[in-house]
């Protein structure tokens, strides 16, 4: 079946730089979905993509599709204190069911 | 607007006992409902999908069952817990169509010993 690979798996990102986060999929998505979750709390939709190429920013996050739309980024510039927390990418598979990656803990170092 | 439900908080259970964890959506109709498990610093773990009342589709073989008895309600059960099935449980909804974003329930952790 589908899987969605995430790389890495975990971060220590220093306050004020930035990182990139990678999501790799084994077949072509429909779309893909980005989520966080905080530390102790449940995972919290950020934005979805959906055409070849396609890149979406919100303040300091910059989401992209890859171009065969089997992979896609999350890039966050001058991390903050505020984005510690686990990064999932998700992948919709027949039926609308989402399958997630294992996820991306990113701690950020003050 | 839509909101969902999902309770307890937190569960602590001894080996071989039963379990129920119950989930609720409202603001919406005909929601499609996941079950996910997530150990501890682990990524999410789809256990089981329903697109409709009594419509449960299970991913992995396991020590668990779903059911949905009404639209807007999913549960999830087990007979005999095991130290296994610790873990951080989520309940989650999602529309049909093209929107197909997640919304996810605050989760039960659950542990057993």
């Known amino acids: 079946g589908q899987q969605v690979m995430q790389i890495p798996q975990y971060q220590h990102v220093q306050e004020g730089e930035d990182f990139t986060t990678y999501c790799n999929s084994s077949?072509?998505?429909?779309?893909i979905q980005w989520y966080k979750q905080r530390p102790g709390g449940h995972p919290v939709f950020l934005i979805q993509?959906?055409?070849?190429?396609e890149v979406k920013k919100q303040k300091r996050l910059t989401f992209q599709f890859g171009e065969a739309k089997k992979n896609s980024s999350l890039h966050i510039t001058a991390t903050q204190t505020t984005d510690v927390g686990t990064y999932f990418c998700?992948?919709?598979?027949?039926?609308?069911?989402?399958?997630f990656g294992k996820g991306n803990q990113v701690v950020v170092i003050p | 607007s839509q909101t969902i439900h999902q309770w307890p908080a937190t569960l602590v259970q001894p080996v071989g006992s039963p379990l129920s964890l119950e989930c609720t959506v409202e603001?919406?109709?005909?929601?499609?409902l996941y079950w996910y498990r997530q150990a501890a610093g682990r990524g999410l773990q789809l256990l089981f999908y329903?697109?409709?009342?009594?419509?449960i589709s299970s991913e992995v073989p396991q020590n668990l069952s779903a059911s949905r008895p009404q639209d807007r309600q999913f549960i999830l059960s087990s007979k005999k817990l095991l130290l296994s099935d610790s873990g951080f449980y989520l309940c989650?909804?999602?529309?049909?169509?093209?929107?197909?974003?997640?919304?996810f329930g605050q989760g039960t952790r659950l542990t057993v010993v």
């Open positions: 603001g919406t109709s005909n929601p499609n």
């Open positions: 329903s697109v409709g009342i009594g419509q």
């Open positions: 998700a992948g919709v598979r027949g039926n609308n069911r989402l399958a």
């Open positions: 989650a909804w999602s529309g049909g169509g093209s929107d197909t974003e997640a919304f």
């Open positions: 077949t072509t998505l429909s779309n």
């Open positions: 993509l959906v055409k070849s190429g």
